[in-house]
């Protein structure tokens, strides 16, 4: 059975205030964004639009989410549901052919977003509740079976009522313009709770120009690796050790106490899995070949001391 590596994504504490974590909801409206700007400005995670309907792909789709792994950033994709013109399997399918790669350990759950799709479409005057109900459950299904991951929904208060309470086992996404980012939304109809908050549709952040949604994650550290399937081992520095340039282009050099010998080297990705390993006293790691983005970088010493950290490769 082959030997599978996780890790707890340590979120620095300039990313978190009084356990709220933030994040950010974006499509092509963006334009172009400034990831790295974005994580500087305290965001941990962003969601964005993949598809809508059965055929429309968001053109920024693939760009954001590179752009935002690579600044470090946790990324999901959601689907803008139309139930009014496409069946269920259709809409699923149509996310799943985009987005598959970008679900799984290391990357927020998916998410169905079903709200109407203009002011001139109310899906409750298309659907009764049960309806729309059997629709929104057929893509849950479809996408869940695909790809192992159970999706979340994004709602607001009325259509978190409007659906049949058979929903609320799945996470809930609720959009409550307005409030504070760390007050609990109220008015969540058939949920007893939420996984995700949009608190604001005029956000500004910096790397973004004009307007953006802002949201919280519901919970803390712990929680939120659990919900991207990175958990494990925690993040840790020892007194005087000691790691350059970060970010790093080519050469990471470590430097450990005068007394300390390195035994073993090894560089995980986000999922865990093992890319680099040298099991010896060196003290210059190559890694140019890796390609931009975080890792995480395992060392142990020759007094037993495993010393772990994140750099990000420019």
Same mark, same amino acid.
């Given at each position: 059975?082959?030997?599978?590596?996780?890790?707890?994504?340590?979120?620095?504490?300039?990313?978190?205030?009084?356990?709220?974590?933030?994040?950010?909801?974006?499509?092509?409206?963006?334009?172009?964004?400034?990831? !790295?700007?974005?994580?500087?400005?305290?965001?941990?995670?962003?969601?964005?639009?993949?598809?809508?309907?059965?055929?429309?792909?968001?053109?920024?789709?693939? &760009? +954001?989410? &590179?752009?935002?792994?690579?600044?470090?950033?946790?990324? /999901?994709?959601?689907?803008?549901? #139309?139930?009014?013109?496409?069946?269920?399997? !259709?809409?699923?399918?149509?996310?799943?052919?985009?987005?598959? *790669?970008?679900?799984?350990?290391?990357?927020?759950?998916?998410?169905?977003?079903?709200?109407?799709?203009?002011?001139?479409?109310? $899906?409750?005057? $298309?659907? %009764?509740?049960?309806?729309?109900?059997?629709?929104?459950?057929?893509? $849950?299904? #479809?996408?869940? *079976?695909?790809?192992?991951?159970?999706?979340?929904? +994004?709602?607001?208060?009325?259509?978190?009522?409007?659906?049949?309470?058979?929903?609320?086992?799945?996470? @809930?996404?609720?959009?409550?313009?307005?409030?504070?980012?760390?007050?609990?939304? %109220?008015?969540?109809?058939?949920?007893? &709770?939420?996984?995700?908050?949009?608190? *604001?549709?005029?956000?500004?952040?910096?790397?973004?120009?004009?307007?953006?949604?802002?949201? *919280?994650?519901?919970?803390?550290?712990?929680?939120?690796?659990?919900?991207? /399937?990175?958990?494990?081992? &925690?993040?840790?520095?020892?007194?005087?050790?000691?790691?350059?340039?970060?970010?790093?282009?080519?050469?990471?050099?470590?430097?450990?106490? #005068?007394?300390?010998?390195? %035994? =073993?080297?090894?560089? +995980?990705?986000?999922?865990? #899995? @093992?890319?680099?390993?040298?099991?010896?006293?060196?003290?210059?790691?190559?890694? =140019?070949?890796?390609?931009?983005?975080?890792?995480?970088?395992?060392?142990? @010493?020759?007094?037993?001391?495993?010393? %772990?950290?994140?750099?990000?490769?420019?």
């Amino acid at each position: 059975m082959k030997k599978i590596y996780t890790f707890f994504w340590l979120l620095s504490v300039q990313f978190i205030s009084a356990q709220t974590i933030l994040g950010i909801d974006v499509s092509h409206h963006q334009g172009t964004i400034n990831w !790295q700007l974005v994580a500087n400005d305290g965001k941990v995670f962003a969601y964005c639009k993949a598809t809508e309907g059965m055929t429309y792909h968001d053109p920024n789709f693939t &760009t +954001y989410m &590179t752009g935002g792994t690579n600044a470090g950033i946790v990324m /999901g994709a959601y689907h803008f549901a #139309r139930p009014d013109n496409n069946t269920a399997t !259709q809409d699923a399918d149509n996310f799943i052919n985009t987005a598959s *790669s970008y679900i799984g350990n290391g990357f927020l759950p998916p998410v169905l977003d079903l709200e109407d799709p203009n002011a001139n479409t109310h $899906l409750d005057q $298309l659907f %009764t509740s049960s309806q729309l109900t059997a629709w929104v459950q057929t893509w $849950l299904n #479809r996408v869940e *079976s695909q790809t192992g991951v159970q999706p979340i929904l +994004y709602l607001n208060s009325h259509y978190a009522a409007y659906l049949n309470n058979s929903l609320n086992s799945y996470g @809930l996404w609720i959009a409550k313009p307005g409030t504070l980012p760390s007050t609990p939304p %109220t008015n969540l109809g058939n949920w007893n &709770t939420w996984v995700f908050k949009q608190y *604001s549709w005029y956000g500004s952040v910096n790397g973004i120009t004009g307007n953006v949604d802002l949201d *919280s994650f519901h919970g803390n550290t712990v929680d939120f690796n659990n919900l991207i /399937g990175v958990t494990g081992i &925690t993040e840790l520095k020892t007194l005087g050790f000691k790691f350059y340039p970060n970010p790093v282009h080519q050469v990471l050099h470590i430097n450990p106490l #005068r007394n300390q010998q390195i %035994t =073993s080297i090894k560089i +995980y990705d986000l999922h865990g #899995r @093992l890319l680099k390993e040298i099991n010896q006293n060196q003290t210059e790691i190559n890694v =140019s070949t890796l390609k931009n983005g975080i890792y995480l970088m395992q060392v142990i @010493l020759n007094d037993q001391q495993t010393v %772990t950290v994140k750099f990000f490769k420019n």
